[in-house]
């Protein structure tokens, strides 16, 4: 150590010590006090660091760490006094001392260029003003959220009422959290009450019918990505009794982020079921005939057609079969016309058993039917009116007081020959065929030439 202190040190000088004659007790006041001042100077730029590190919302965080240095700069500086009264070593706490004046010079400018910044900085009354403000703002928003709060919920009642009023179920889709809300009435109408909507594990889709899920995923994410404006879909939903009910739902996108991307959605349910069913029944009563459940003239022309065109597009073979009661009117006027219906039923269900489901069964007239065999050429025509003809003169129609009937069917057969024919030109050789069919035996089948 004295050999390094020799080093950075000049022969030429005396220590301090000499200045003091070596007297002890000024000696060791001078040591205490600079020790005691080097330490406090340590100790100074660790307390700032803590505090820039408790608080990182500091903004001047360069001054800080340039005054820590000027602070350790100046504890330097005593470490050479003490060291310079045994050694004489100026040069080096000249240089200490050197260094201390340019760190001491930079943080004076700083400070200075930060000077109108901190004159901006509230004074404690001023603090207290602000504070006084923000009270008597907070209880003036207080008041206005209250009154605003009572609004609100009058308004909810009101809403509330009018729903329950239109018995119309309310729902409220928060897309962020994935959390919807119901009200009573749209539980009622499933079935439930709240509570157990609430509780259970089942989402919106499990209540919807399998068969109309997809559709009603695709209307909702259709609004929801933008491309529609509101959702508005008819569809089947399932009762808690395992019944179906029929809503109406109408919903659109009430909330949207920052970015422009939907966060709520809201919308209503109607149940719109009684009206569904009487539309299904006409519906029915337009298509289909009310006896025999068999489609209509009207209705069996149209899907005929259809099934016609697809046919010729595809190139695929298609077959009529025309088909009447053999002496429906020697029935009719020995048994009643009530054993007559029956005859009528129980032909189409033989049918209908008979017969593949793509195939089209319609009554044209009185006793007379007419079915459509897609994708189906003569030959196999041919097979299945004979199936269908020994199907209904084996059957027995048990009549009352135990007695019983047999019918027979006469059928006529015409297939798709050319893909220039029309519906009218096959209905037309199915229909000669039969009169074939019934001039020459009935209970025969007969196909166009």
């Known amino acids: 150590?004295?050999?390094?202190?020799?080093?950075?040190?000049?022969?030429?000088?005396?220590?301090?010590?000499?200045?003091?004659?070596?007297?002890?007790?000024?000696?060791?006041?001078?040591?205490?006090s600079d020790a005691i001042i080097s330490v406090s100077y340590f100790s100074i730029p660790f307390a700032l660091l803590y505090f820039s590190f408790k608080r990182p919302d500091i903004q001047q965080r360069k001054f800080i760490a340039l005054f820590g240095l000027f602070i350790v700069s100046c504890g330097i500086t005593h470490i050479f006094e003490i060291l310079t009264?045994?050694?004489?070593?100026?040069?080096?706490?000249?240089?200490?001392?050197?260094?201390?004046?340019?760190?001491?010079?930079?943080?004076?400018?700083?400070?200075?260029?930060?000077?109108?910044a901190a004159l901006n900085v509230p004074s404690p009354q001023q603090l207290e003003n602000a504070n006084?403000?923000?009270?008597?703002?907070?209880?003036?928003?207080?008041?206005?959220?209250?009154?605003?709060?009572?609004?609100?919920?009058?308004?909810?009642?009101?809403?509330?009422?009018v729903l329950e009023g239109a018995e119309l179920g309310f729902w409220d889709w928060n897309i962020i959290s994935n959390h919807v809300e119901r009200?009573?009435?749209?539980?009622?109408?499933?079935?439930?009450?709240?509570?157990?909507?609430?509780?259970?594990?089942?989402?919106?889709?499990?209540?919807?019918?399998?068969?109309?899920?997809?559709?009603?995923?695709?209307?909702?994410?259709?609004?929801?990505?933008?491309?529609?404006?509101?959702?508005?879909?008819?569809?089947?939903?399932?009762?808690?009794?395992?019944?179906?009910?029929?809503?109406?739902?109408?919903?659109?996108?009430?909330?949207?982020?920052?970015?422009?991307?939907?966060?709520?959605?809201?919308?209503?349910?109607?149940?719109?079921?009684?009206?569904?069913?009487?539309?299904?029944?006409?519906?029915?009563?337009?298509?289909?005939?009310?006896?025999?459940?068999?489609?209509?003239?009207?209705?069996?022309?149209?899907?005929?057609?259809?099934?016609?065109?697809?046919?010729?597009?595809?190139?695929?073979?298609?077959?009529?079969?025309?088909?009447?009661?053999d002496f429906f009117k020697t029935v009719n006027d020995s048994h009643g016309h009530k054993v007559g219906d029956a005859v009528l039923k129980n032909l189409v269900a033989i049918c209908q058993q008979s017969l593949r489901e793509i195939d089209i069964v319609g009554r044209i007239g009185g006793e007379e039917f007419a079915m459509l065999l897609p994708e189906t050429d003569k030959e196999k025509a041919v097979d299945v009116a004979e199936r269908l003809r020994e199907a209904v003169s084996t059957n027995i129609i048990p009549l009352e007081e135990g007695l019983h009937l047999n019918v027979t069917v006469s059928i006529g057969i015409s297939s798709l020959e050319s893909m220039d024919d029309n519906l009218a030109v096959i209905l037309s050789h199915a229909d000669k065929a039969l009169y074939q069919a019934k001039h020459t035996g009935r209970n025969k089948v007969c196909a166009a030439a």
């Open 85 to 116: 009264i045994w050694s004489p070593i100026y040069w080096a706490n000249a240089l200490s001392k050197s260094i201390t004046a340019l760190v001491s010079l930079i943080t004076a400018v700083m400070l200075w260029r930060i000077m109108p």
């Open 183 to 325: 009200n009573e009435q749209w539980a009622r109408m499933l079935g439930y009450t709240v509570q157990e909507i609430k509780n259970t594990t089942q989402q919106w889709a499990d209540f919807i019918h399998p068969d109309d899920r997809k559709i009603a995923l695709e209307s909702i994410n259709s609004v929801v990505d933008g491309r529609s404006s509101r959702h508005k879909l008819e569809y089947r939903m399932l009762h808690k009794d395992g019944s179906i009910r029929w809503v109406l739902d109408q919903a659109r996108v009430m909330g949207y982020d920052s970015n422009g991307k939907p966060t709520r959605m809201s919308g209503i349910h109607s149940d719109v079921t009684e009206r569904k069913q009487i539309e299904l029944r006409l519906q029915q009563q337009a298509h289909f005939d009310f006896l025999t459940g068999a489609c209509n003239r009207g209705y069996f022309i149209e899907r005929a057609e259809t099934e016609l065109a697809r046919s010729i597009r595809y190139n695929k073979p298609l077959s009529v079969l025309m088909l009447d009661i």
């Open 1 to 32: 150590m004295e050999s390094l202190f020799q080093s950075i040190g000049s022969r030429s000088f005396i220590p301090h010590g000499y200045c003091f004659s070596w007297n002890p007790a000024l000696l060791w006041t001078f040591v205490s």
């Open 132 to 161: 006084r403000q923000l009270e008597e703002s907070k209880e003036l928003l207080e008041l206005r959220v209250e009154e605003r709060t009572v609004a609100l919920s009058n308004s909810e009642e009101q809403l509330r009422l």
